[in-house]
């Protein structure tokens, strides 16, 4: 696979997780079980958004678009700052070198 499919790969399986995750939540009756599915999803969507920001650095890459939706049940980020953008570029540069 190419550095390209691989994420679209990862991106496509990680989709199916959250999806899954979700059906899933309905289903959970413990207050502590639901914190522990909800954590998950918060970090299956923290990868997913890594993943765009890896892709978009790749060579060639012809997909500009914006990361994925923040799904229902959470929350915006807050405003960022310039050094937390930067810092988060600088994130993406160094998860690009693998």
Do not use: W
């Not at 999806?19 to 999803?41: C, F, G, S, W, Y």
């Amino acid at each position: 696979l190419s550095r390209q499919e691989l994420l679209r790969a990862l991106n496509t399986m990680l989709d199916h997780v959250l999806h899954r995750l979700m059906a899933l939540q309905q289903d959970i009756p413990k207050a502590q079980d639901l914190e522990t599915v909800n954590r998950a999803k918060q970090n299956i969507r923290g990868f997913k958004n890594n993943i765009h920001c890896m892709a978009q650095l790749l060579p060639g890459s012809s997909e500009r678009t914006e990361p994925p939706p923040i799904g229902p049940g959470t929350s915006p980020s807050p405003t960022p700052t310039p050094d937390t953008f930067q810092r988060r570029l600088e994130g993406c540069r160094f998860l690009h070198g693998y």
